[in-house]
């Protein structure tokens, strides 16, 4: 079955960096979404950057865009979150997700909400303060 372990959170202050990963395995997808949403208490679950493997192609929320970067290590199923310039702002549950790719463009699947992924992490909460 389909695992993902995300690690690396932690509490940090305003304008330092955390590095998250999610290691994936037991997938079958030849093509997927995967990426990273976080959900903060009393709000909806958001995207925050997103991958397409069948596009080789990168989405990123506004809020981020210009600190949040996500890389991928393809032969160890590993995607990881680099966060810059934190702001209490980011203080959330961030977890790794993936889904199967159906054509959408990352826009539009990341306007769609959590809906277009079927695997989810634990989480792995990130403080910024």
């Known amino acids: 079955h389909v695992q993902l372990v995300e690690s690396g959170g932690g509490l940090v202050q305003p304008g330092g960096s955390l590095r998250l990963s999610c290691a994936a395995s037991?997938?079958?997808?030849?093509?997927?979404?995967m990426g990273w949403f976080r959900q903060a208490p009393g709000k909806k679950r958001e995207a925050v950057g997103l991958?397409?493997?069948?596009?080789?192609?990168?989405w990123y929320a506004d809020s981020v865009k210009g600190r949040f970067s996500i890389s991928q290590d393809n032969a160890n199923n590993i995607l990881d979150l680099q966060m810059n310039s934190l702001e209490p702002e980011d203080t959330a549950m961030y977890y790794c997700?993936?889904?199967?790719?159906?054509?959408?463009?990352?826009?539009?699947?990341?306007?769609?909400?959590?809906?277009?992924?079927?695997?989810w992490g634990q989480g792995t909460q990130v403080t910024v303060s």
């Open positions: 997700a993936l889904g199967e790719f159906f054509g959408a463009s990352l826009a539009t699947v990341a306007a769609r909400g959590t809906r277009d992924f079927d695997h």
């Open positions: 037991g997938y079958t997808y030849d093509a997927y979404y």
């Open positions: 991958i397409s493997s069948k596009r080789r192609s990168t």
